[in-house]
């Protein structure tokens, strides 16, 4: 068979290029990196999961009618996905303070916002991923003002789907990070949600006990990221009950 032409190379995923032209396949590595790569571990099975967990929500988006890049997984590691010119911002959404915001503004981890946040991070590793805001995004031309309106309503649509699915197992969302890529059709261009979604990319609480069920386990050496990400596949109904992390995850089809 012939060998599938690479073509970029991130911290957590590879894209190869795609049976059709417009597609790519999405490989998720196992790879696990915090603080821009200065922490940097293999956890078995982790791309598995999420290459899961991000199938799972993605459909879910695009049935209810918001755009994403994903068309269908290939395997326990890949998805076919629709290939898009990838806006140079990470979208954050927060609905609880944590992380940075919480660092930046000394506002203490866990206290409820009074409606979600939105801000915008221009995505470069050599500058660590700067805060930027809306006037930067147009003075340096990474996005129109029309962009950036579609970018919020697609995050804060993204927010009400996730916040009602994690709720309903018990799980709160405080906070994630979306991409958008532009797609061309004809004369019009739009932006579909991209990359993956999943929970190297949200902030999971239990909202019982406040334990944290996402990457977070990993950045701050709380334990098993597998253990976290399986509960969260479990809850979902991705994964049999009883998965002991030692013999890995298993799928469900
Ligand atoms: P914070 O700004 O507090 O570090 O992150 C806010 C949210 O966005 C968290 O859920 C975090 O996981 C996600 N996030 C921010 N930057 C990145 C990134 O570069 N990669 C990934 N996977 N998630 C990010």
């Keep these: 068979m012939a060998r599938r032409r690479m073509v970029y190379e991130g911290k957590a995923k590879i894209l190869y290029e795609g049976p059709e032209p417009g597609t790519l396949i999405q490989f998720f590595k196992d ?17 598995v999961l999420n290459n899961r967990l991000s199938e799972l929500f993605m459909t879910g988006l695009n049935n209810i009618g918001v755009p994403t890049h994903f068309i269908r997984r290939i395997n326990m590691r890949e998805q076919l996905v629709r290939a898009v010119e990838i806006v140079p911002l990470e979208i954050v959404v927060r609905n ?13 981890e866990g206290t409820a916002l009074p409606r979600p946040i939105i801000e915008f991070y221009y995505k470069n ?17 990474w996005a129109t003002q029309q962009d950036i309106d579609d970018m919020i309503s697609l995050a804060l649509r993204v927010n009400d789907f996730m916040s009602g699915m994690m709720m309903a197992v018990g799980i709160k969302l405080v906070d994630f990070k979306i991409e958008t890529g532009r797609v061309y059709e004809g004369d019009f261009q739009r932006l579909i949600v991209a990359d ?8 999971l609480w239990d909202i019982e006990t406040g334990q944290k069920l996402d ?6 050496d709380l334990g098993s990221l597998t253990d976290a990400y399986t509960e969260v596949a479990r809850r979902l109904g991705v994964m049999p009950r009883n998965t002991s992390s030692g013999s890995g995850p298993k799928l469900v089809h």
Aim: glycine fraction near 12%.
């Design 96 to 108: 609880v303070a944590a992380g940075s915001m919480s660092k930046r503004l000394g506002i203490e």
């Design 31 to 47: 790879d696990t990196t915090a603080g821009n790569g200065e922490k940097h571990a293999q956890i078995e099975g982790k791309g």
């Design 125 to 141: 590793d050599d500058l660590n991923d700067p805060i930027v805001s809306e006037e930067h995004i147009i003075a340096f031309g």
């Design 215 to 220: 990457k977070d386990v990993f950045r701050r």
């Design 196 to 203: 993956e979604i999943s929970p190297d990319s949200c902030r």
